[in-house]
């Protein structure tokens, strides 16, 4: 026999829809959902954020999302050979109800070489050459799921005067692999 625990299903009253909530929607009420996002002046030259993720088996489910006013590369690298400076970079609780504190250690203005490249993508455009720009976007909907005890770093690469804008969101879920 095994134990199934009972589920009190909710009802909109003046509808009569069940109400439901997917999981990441989920994390966000728990408690254990977090974003961070900055702004920078990246003019013809590189700009690299990093984050480190905690070293326990709460893991972090990620989307990110970067957008420049203009021509950028946007590169996202794992386990980088090299990895120091920085400033700290707050991760904030998307519940702004919670006292939660997330496991991640986020760093702005860093400084790294090498490592695996995981995403990368080139976007906006240059307009006839005039200088004039596009703007662009990149980033991902599809969760990507974190190594832990691990250090990346996004970095957006431009190639004239341009901001460029990083935006993380994710949530952190214990594995029970």
């Known amino acids: ?6 589920q009190t299903i909710k009802i909109d009253s003046a509808t009569g829809a069940q109400m439901t909530v997917d999981y990441p929607h989920h994390e966000i009420h728990s408690g254990s959902a977090y974003y961070a996002s ?3 002046s990246i003019s013809t030259t590189t700009y690299k954020w990093g984050i480190t993720t905690p070293n326990t088996t709460k893991w972090l489910h990620m989307i990110f999302n970067a957008q420049g006013t203009g021509e950028m590369l ?7 050979a090299t990895y120091s400076g920085g400033s700290a970079w707050a991760s904030i609780n ?10 991640a250690v986020l760093l702005r203005g860093i400084t790294s070489t ?9 976007t906006g455009d240059t307009a006839g ?3 004039a720009h596009t703007s662009g976007e990149a980033g991902t909907r599809p969760e990507l799921i974190l190594r832990q005890n691990e ?5 957006i690469q431009t190639f004239a005067a341009t901001f460029g804008s990083l935006g993380l969101a994710w949530y952190e879920h214990t594995d029970v692999a």
């Open 114 to 122: 090498g490592g695996t490249t995981i995403y990368t993508v080139r």
């Open 38 to 40: 900055d702004v920078q």
């Open 151 to 155: 250090q990346y770093v996004f970095q």
């Open 129 to 131: 050459g005039t200088g």
């Open 1 to 6: 026999m095994s134990y199934r625990p009972t």
């Open 74 to 80: 946007l590169t996202v690298i794992e386990d980088p």
């Open 94 to 103: 998307a519940n702004r109800n919670s006292g939660n504190a997330s496991g």
